[in-house]
């Protein structure tokens, strides 16, 4: 049974930094994109990052605009995990956050409907 498990959120000020993690068990995923949703009640779950691989250990990360520049995805494949390093993050940041495994995405950028796989998620709250 594949699971999806984040952890690492909690409430930071302002231009402060958390680090996610999401550890996934059930299957392998090296050679899947692996992303970031966040979700804020009452709206849509919105696209965070994602992590496609390359091949070998090569990976390209990309962002949404919003978060561009402040935030860094990376994985440990030997420990079937993937991160979500936050930085000078901001009040708008607030929400619950969600890692994801997209299928047959390929090239172009993943949503949340190629999801096949979902964490549970994991409160960020940033404080003014």
């Known amino acids: 049974q594949v699971q999806l498990v984040e952890s690492g959120g909690g409430l930071v000020q302002a231009g402060g930094s958390l680090r996610l993690s999401c550890a996934a068990s059930?299957?392998?995923?090296?050679?899947?994109?692996m992303g970031w949703f966040r979700q804020v009640a009452g709206k849509e779950r919105e696209f965070v990052g994602g992590?496609?691989?390359?091949?070998?250990?090569?990976?390209?990360?990309y962002y949404a605009d919003s978060v561009k520049g402040r935030f860094t995805i990376s994985r440990d494949n030997a420990k079937n995990t993937v991160y979500l390093q936050m930085n000078s993050l901001k009040p708008e940041d607030t929400a619950v956050y969600y890692c994801?495994?997209?299928?047959?995405?390929?090239?172009?950028?993943?949503?949340?409907?190629?999801?096949?796989?979902w964490g549970q998620g994991t409160q960020v709250t940033v404080s003014s």
């Open positions: 994801a495994v997209a299928k047959n995405v390929g090239g172009r950028i993943m949503t949340s409907g190629d999801c096949e796989y």
């Open positions: 059930g299957r392998t995923f090296s050679s899947d994109t």
């Open positions: 992590i496609r691989w390359l091949g070998g250990t090569a990976h390209y990360a």
